[in-house]
């Protein structure tokens, strides 16, 4: 049976950090390329980084610099290190691999939410 289990989501503050990660379990983790995507409401899933077998990674322009994806083979487990966390962040984040042969598996997802810092609204007559 195979499991992808993510970890390490939650709330953050602007500019805070992150690390999120997927523990695999029934696949043939090194050999499968291994992602993060992410879901937020009313928008599509998007990518948000991935890393091959060999370790070569790529990531949407939007966390370019921010986020980074690692993956440790003796453990079966993929990381993603948010940083510089944006309230546009917010998300499910999906892990998700892909073997050799096309086939695709899911986690459950991890909710991250990124909370604004606010702005001061004031009303007078």
């Known amino acids: 049976q195979v499991q992808l289990v993510e970890s390490g989501g939650g709330l953050a503050q602007p500019g805070g950090s992150l690390r999120l990660s997927c523990a695999a379990s029934?696949?043939?983790?090194?050999?499968?390329?291994m992602g993060w995507y992410r879901q937020a409401p009313g928008k599509e899933r998007e990518l948000v980084a991935r890393?091959?077998?060999?370790?070569?990674?790529d990531s949407a322009d939007s966390v370019k610099g921010r986020f980074t994806i690692s993956r440790d083979n003796s453990k079966s487990t993929v990381y993603l290190q948010m940083n510089s966390l944006k309230p546009e962040d917010t998300a499910v984040y999906y892990c998700?691999?892909?073997?050799?042969?096309?086939?695709?598996?899911w986690g459950q997802g991890t909710q991250v939410t990124v909370w604004g810092q606010g702005t001061q609204v004031t009303v007078s007559s």
């Open positions: 998700h691999a892909r073997s050799w042969a096309g086939v695709e598996y």
């Open positions: 890393i091959t077998p060999g370790s070569s990674t």
């Open positions: 029934g696949i043939m983790f090194s050999s499968n390329v």
